[in-house]
């Protein structure tokens, strides 16, 4: 019966023998863990207001016009531009080299990531366009935009982070 002892009981066996020592060790190092997890939120946290109150400076210097928005409007314009172009570029290479896109498993073909080239430059275009639009609405809407800055992150401090 002893020789017979199958991998189960054997893992059961196992189980048994190191379910105490890891419960004293889940006991004491468990606030550990928890102090030091609370530690990094509040960290991002900050990292995330941080970033916020740049966007919100660059916001403010548009809107006092100590900063020219327009040479950013047509950044951002011309990103988009370009990821557009290079998405419709990578269409035409589809339909030019192999129109048939097989998502059979195997090698990819060149028109798969050609597709998939096409679908990312076209997300960065909108993503691009987005960022546009959102500076837009927010310069034409200041006021209701500190508001909602103040509302979401507290008051804003004069001096940049």
């Not at 109150?53 to 006092?64: E, Q, W």
């Not at 809407?141 to 508001?147: L, P, S, V």
């Amino acid at each position: 019966m002893w020789d017979r002892l199958d991998v189960g009981a054997w893992l059961g066996i196992a189980a048994l023998i190191l379910a105490i020592p890891v419960g004293v060790m889940s006991h004491l190092l468990g606030h550990r863990v928890q102090v030091y997890l609370e530690k990094r939120k509040l960290i991002r946290s900050n990292a995330t207001r941080q970033q916020a109150v740049r966007l919100y400076n660059r916001i403010k210097s548009f809107h006092n016009r100590t900063r020219d928005r327009y040479a950013y409007y047509l950044l951002l314009a011309g990103w988009a531009a370009i990821c557009a172009v290079a998405s419709s570029t990578c269409m035409v290479l589809i339909v030019i080299i192999n129109p048939d896109v097989n998502l059979v498993p195997g090698p990819p073909s060149p028109a798969l990531i050609l597709l998939l080239l096409a679908v990312l430059f076209a997300l960065f275009a909108v993503i691009f366009m987005l960022a546009l639009y959102e500076t837009s609405r927010q310069l034409d809407r200041f006021d209701d935009y500190k508001a909602e800055f103040e509302e979401q992150w507290g008051p804003i401090n004069t001096r940049a982070p």
